[in-house]
């Protein structure tokens, strides 16, 4: 027996029939599920804007911090970034032709078009990847303080940044990695540096041409760099060397600067990830033909909406983390 | 539903003859965006970041609006909310519009205020 009684009035309006918004179900859930999830970033950028808004003249510059480009040497600031927009702008687009030419119940060039669009999801995601181990490794060094500020080292003279190898002494010291299982079980080093805090104290001392540049920022919007004998007191409240980025330390700036970035663009990065696994799937299903036999290509659609979304955010991100 | 689009962009100034032409003419415009912000991201004009607007350098405030923009032309023409009835766009739109305004009012003015305990308060966060 079936359950399901029908009346015969679900067209009238009000049995039903009526579609003021003139949605589909499925599409109206895609769009509740974006407009909340656009919340969600919102809250994390923000709160990035809160943590910035505090610690408004020792923010890390963007610029100088990203400033790589694969198989390139060099400096290169907010390039790469620029591409990796591109691209995903880019994938957009073959994402819309494929809703277009979905509505046309054009199967063969649906295919083309959703699998353009996965080429483009994983270039971006290995882009992103990149970056981030470019972050995770760091360029020149810095040493941490008491106070967990970072002092930066600049050459006096053309006012570059120099590494921590330009000026370290190689003392005759025996430097062994804090394991957890030795001494204070609770503290571990996560890596061991490339030289000891007395190597670059000492190398720092004895290298008169490096200057310290602290966290502050001038009027013109520069890190503020101290004189040799300010450089020379302020070497003293070192307390380790930082190498590189992570959730505790980063010797770009602030930690917190760290910590936004690997959670805002992690977080971004984990949903074109699963925008890509989705369209993988509906692109099969293209392949098999379910859409071709249901008639209609709205999966593609609903799935397109994801993947604007998604690039919707980055533009939003890009800003925010690299531009502003 | 959204077979029939709506092919005017910049109000009506431009229009397309169909739907994938109107998509490359979209792109081609995000495109000129991005370039102009990274263009000035890497310059940074003298006249842009020194002088403010609301406490926030006018550079930002251009960066921001051309996100804003962008933003527009890839919810209006990429996910066609142009072509959706205005019932639904407006309850796409406005809602996380007013939530959004509204946090960011009050955390950047929380933040701000964070920053001026720390700056004129009797505590030190930097030895």
Redesign the interface.
């Given at each position: 027996m079936d359950a399901t009684v029908t009346t015969g009035t679900e067209e009238s309006v009000w049995g039903g029939g009526n579609k003021?918004?003139?949605?589909s179900y499925g599409k109206?859930m895609m769009?509740f599920f974006?407009?909340s999830d656009?919340?969600t970033f919102?809250?994390f950028l923000?709160?990035y804007?809160?943590?910035?808004?505090?610690?408004?003249?020792i923010w890390p510059i963007a610029?100088e911090v990203f400033t790589h480009v694969p198989f390139f040497h060099g400096n290169y600031?907010?390039?790469y970034v620029?591409f990796m927009?591109?691209i995903l702008?880019?994938s957009?687009?073959t994402?819309?032709?494929a809703?277009?030419a979905g509505?046309k119940m054009k199967q063969s060039k649906v295919v083309i078009y959703m699998f353009l669009t996965i080429i483009g999801g994983a270039i971006f995601v290995g882009s992103q990847a990149w970056e981030w181990a470019t972050f995770i490794k760091g360029d020149y060094g810095a040493v941490e303080?008491?106070?967990g500020?970072i002092l930066q080292f600049v050459d006096a003279e053309t006012g570059e940044r120099a590494a921590l190898g330009d000026f370290a002494k190689t003392l005759p010291e025996e430097r062994i990695k804090h394991e957890k299982s030795e001494g204070i079980w609770f503290v571990g080093e996560g890596y061991k540096t490339s030289y000891s805090l007395n190597e670059v104290v000492e190398g720092f001392k004895s290298t008169p041409n490096i200057l310290i540049r602290t966290e502050y920022l001038n009027e013109?919007?520069e890190k503020t760099v101290l004189d040799r004998k300010e450089s020379l007191a302020k070497i003293m409240?070192a307390t380790q060397v930082v190498e590189g980025a992570n959730l505790i330390h980063n010797e770009y700036g602030s930690r917190l600067f760290a910590d936004f970035f690997f959670f805002i663009t992690g977080f971004h990065g984990f949903h074109v990830f699963s925008g890509v696994v989705i369209n993988i799937i509906i692109f099969f299903n293209v392949i098999l033909g379910t859409y071709e036999r249901r008639g209609h290509y709205e999966m593609v659609?609903k799935v397109?909406?994801y993947w604007?979304?998604v690039?919707?955010v980055w533009?939003?991100v890009?800003?925010f983390f690299?531009?502003? | 539903m959204a077979h029939d689009h709506k092919l005017e962009i910049f109000r009506g100034l431009v229009k397309f003859k169909s739907n994938t032409q109107k998509i490359w003419g979209v792109l081609v415009f995000l495109t000129i965006i991005t370039a102009i912000e990274v263009a000035f991201g890497i310059i940074k004009p003298k006249a842009l970041t020194h002088n403010y607007f609301l406490g926030m350098k006018l550079l930002n405030w251009i960066f921001i609006i051309l996100t804003l923009v962008k933003a527009y032309y890839i919810a209006w023409d990429f996910m066609h909310l142009r072509d959706e009835k205005s019932s639904l766009r407006r309850a796409i739109v406005w809602t996380p519009i007013f939530l959004i305004a509204y946090l960011i009012f009050i955390l950047l003015f929380e933040a701000d205020y964070v920053y001026n305990v720390f700056h004129d308060g009797f505590l030190t966060w930097d030895f």
């Amino acid at each position: 027996m079936d359950a399901t009684v029908t009346t015969g009035t679900e067209e009238s309006v009000w049995g039903g029939g009526n579609k003021p918004l003139g949605a589909s179900y499925g599409k109206m859930m895609m769009w509740f599920f974006i407009v909340s999830d656009a919340l969600t970033f919102s809250g994390f950028l923000v709160s990035y804007g809160f943590s910035r808004f505090k610690f408004i003249d020792i923010w890390p510059i963007a610029d100088e911090v990203f400033t790589h480009v694969p198989f390139f040497h060099g400096n290169y600031p907010m390039y790469y970034v620029a591409f990796m927009t591109f691209i995903l702008i880019m994938s957009s687009v073959t994402m819309v032709l494929a809703v277009d030419a979905g509505h046309k119940m054009k199967q063969s060039k649906v295919v083309i078009y959703m699998f353009l669009t996965i080429i483009g999801g994983a270039i971006f995601v290995g882009s992103q990847a990149w970056e981030w181990a470019t972050f995770i490794k760091g360029d020149y060094g810095a040493v941490e303080t008491k106070g967990g500020r970072i002092l930066q080292f600049v050459d006096a003279e053309t006012g570059e940044r120099a590494a921590l190898g330009d000026f370290a002494k190689t003392l005759p010291e025996e430097r062994i990695k804090h394991e957890k299982s030795e001494g204070i079980w609770f503290v571990g080093e996560g890596y061991k540096t490339s030289y000891s805090l007395n190597e670059v104290v000492e190398g720092f001392k004895s290298t008169p041409n490096i200057l310290i540049r602290t966290e502050y920022l001038n009027e013109d919007g520069e890190k503020t760099v101290l004189d040799r004998k300010e450089s020379l007191a302020k070497i003293m409240q070192a307390t380790q060397v930082v190498e590189g980025a992570n959730l505790i330390h980063n010797e770009y700036g602030s930690r917190l600067f760290a910590d936004f970035f690997f959670f805002i663009t992690g977080f971004h990065g984990f949903h074109v990830f699963s925008g890509v696994v989705i369209n993988i799937i509906i692109f099969f299903n293209v392949i098999l033909g379910t859409y071709e036999r249901r008639g209609h290509y709205e999966m593609v659609e609903k799935v397109g909406l994801y993947w604007h979304f998604v690039d919707l955010v980055w533009v939003f991100v890009f800003t925010f983390f690299y531009l502003v | 539903m959204a077979h029939d689009h709506k092919l005017e962009i910049f109000r009506g100034l431009v229009k397309f003859k169909s739907n994938t032409q109107k998509i490359w003419g979209v792109l081609v415009f995000l495109t000129i965006i991005t370039a102009i912000e990274v263009a000035f991201g890497i310059i940074k004009p003298k006249a842009l970041t020194h002088n403010y607007f609301l406490g926030m350098k006018l550079l930002n405030w251009i960066f921001i609006i051309l996100t804003l923009v962008k933003a527009y032309y890839i919810a209006w023409d990429f996910m066609h909310l142009r072509d959706e009835k205005s019932s639904l766009r407006r309850a796409i739109v406005w809602t996380p519009i007013f939530l959004i305004a509204y946090l960011i009012f009050i955390l950047l003015f929380e933040a701000d205020y964070v920053y001026n305990v720390f700056h004129d308060g009797f505590l030190t966060w930097d030895f």
